[in-house]
Structures are given as C-alpha cells and as structure tokens.
C-alpha cells in the first residue's frame, strides 16, 4: 500500500497525489499563511526604498533652517560690495605737493613747520634730527619754525643743480651761534656731507677760512662753510631779495 504523501515536503517518487487534496482544510491555511508571510516580506524590504525614493533630498534651505549653511548654500550668499575709495579720502592722505604748487614768496617770508616740511619735501629733500623731534626750543631737535622763505628756497635750488641728495641736519632750534645772520634768525642751514654734495660745494669758488677754520665756498645760494660734519650754510638773500 502506498504511504500517504505530507503537505509539508516535496513528493517523493512515486508518491501518489491524494484525490482532492487541494480543497483540504490544512491545505489551505497553510497556504494562506505562506501568501500572508511573503507579502509581509515584500512590503517590509520595498517601504525603505520607497520612503527614500519620495522624501526630497535636504538642500540649502533646510540646513539653514537648523544650523549654519552647507558649503554649497554658502557660495549662492552673494559676497558683501567692498567700500570703494573716494577722491576725497585720496587726497586727504597726499603728504607729498606737486613741485609746481609751490608759492612765488618774498624771500623774508617766515614759515612755519608744517609749510617748511611741505616745500622740502616736495623738493626730495629729507631732514633728520639726533633727537628725532622738531622742537625749537630742543638743541638735538632739527626745526624749521621760523626760517626765511629764502633760505629754504635757496637749498631747493642747490639740490636741483647739484642732482645729489640732500639730507637737513640742522634748523632754526637753538644751540648754534647767535648773531644777525644766524640759525635762529632763520638764515642759516645746515645740511650732511657725502661724495655728491662734497663735490658739488667745491665746485664753488673758494673764498678763504673763517675764524674757526671752516673752508668758505661761495655760490650763488649763499656761502658754504665745512664744519665738523656738515655744511653750514648761510644765506643772506636769496630768490628774490
């Protein structure tokens, strides 16, 4: 007799199929079951995909809702303008005049030290001082308060026609030699020596020693005498009496 074939494993050969086997109520509930177990599977592996092929992908806006903005989000902030200069702000900051600028003075005309330092340094002519400072009253101070148009004129006219550079030692502040024309009064100047300026003074007719044994050379500018470490200039016209 045949045995009697189960539900739940393959047939073997020559197992017989039960008439109305189909129809049979175990048959059925089994599978209903596998149907429910695998529709639960599909629908559990498919919801991921899904819920990430609908929900849209977090951009610029939304993580700015939260935090800072992604690098991406940050290039579309347009970059604030730059300020732009003015000509006004420009010209505020010109510390150097034109040479062309420069007044037609009498040459007696006193100046003070801001004018000085304008028309000196609109010439290319420097200054410097063993105090660093331009006090009058200070003897390591290099001041040009109170000093003759003239005579400033004259030094510009010298460092034109000699082409070497000129460097003011020494002003209108006090510790030099008084007398009429002296520093005080604002005719003298004195200016470093060096290779250029050296020969260009010499060039100068030579017209004997003074007292202190300092080397007169005459010019047109007015009389050089060599000192110590500069050239003690004086100056008793200048550019226009």
């Known amino acids: ?22 129809g049979h109520p175990a048959f059925r509930r089994a599978a209903a079951a596998t149907a429910l177990a695998t529709a639960a599977t599909t629908l559990a592996l498919a919801s991921p995909r899904a819920s990430a092929a609908t929900s849209p992908p977090p951009g610029p806006r939304a993580a700015s809702a939260t935090g800072p903005p992604a690098p991406a989000g940050r290039l579309l902030v347009p970059a604030p303008a730059p300020r732009r200069k003015t000509m006004l702000s420009a010209a505020r900051k010109r510390t150097v005049p034109p040479r ?13 030290q801001q004018f000085a330092e304008y028309a000196l340094r609109a010439s290319g002519i420097g200054w410097r001082s063993t105090g660093g400072c331009s006090d009058r009253t200070v003897r390591t101070c290099t001041s040009f308060e109170g000093i003759r148009w003239g005579t400033i004129k004259s030094l510009i006219e010298f460092a034109e026609s000699s082409g070497c550079e000129v460097t003011v030692t020494g002003g209108t502040e006090h510790g030099h030699a008084g007398g009429t024309y002296s520093h005080a009064n604002g005719y003298k100047v004195d200016i470093a020596t060096g290779a250029c300026v050296d020969e260009a003074v010499r060039r100068y007719p030579f017209t004997g020693v003074r007292g202190d044994g300092a080397r007169l050379h005459r010019s047109p500018e007015g009389v050089f005498a060599r000192e110590k470490d500069h050239w003690d200039i004086t100056i008793r016209r200048g550019p226009r009496g």
């Not at 007799?1 to 008439?19: E, K, Q």
């Not at 062309?100 to 003070?112: E, F, G, I, K, Y």
């Open 1 to 22: 007799m045949p045995r009697p074939c189960s539900i739940h494993r393959v047939m073997p050969s020559g197992c017989g199929r039960a008439p109305g086997l189909a």
């Open 100 to 112: 062309d600028v420069l007044p037609d003075l009498p040459a007696s005309q006193r100046l003070d």
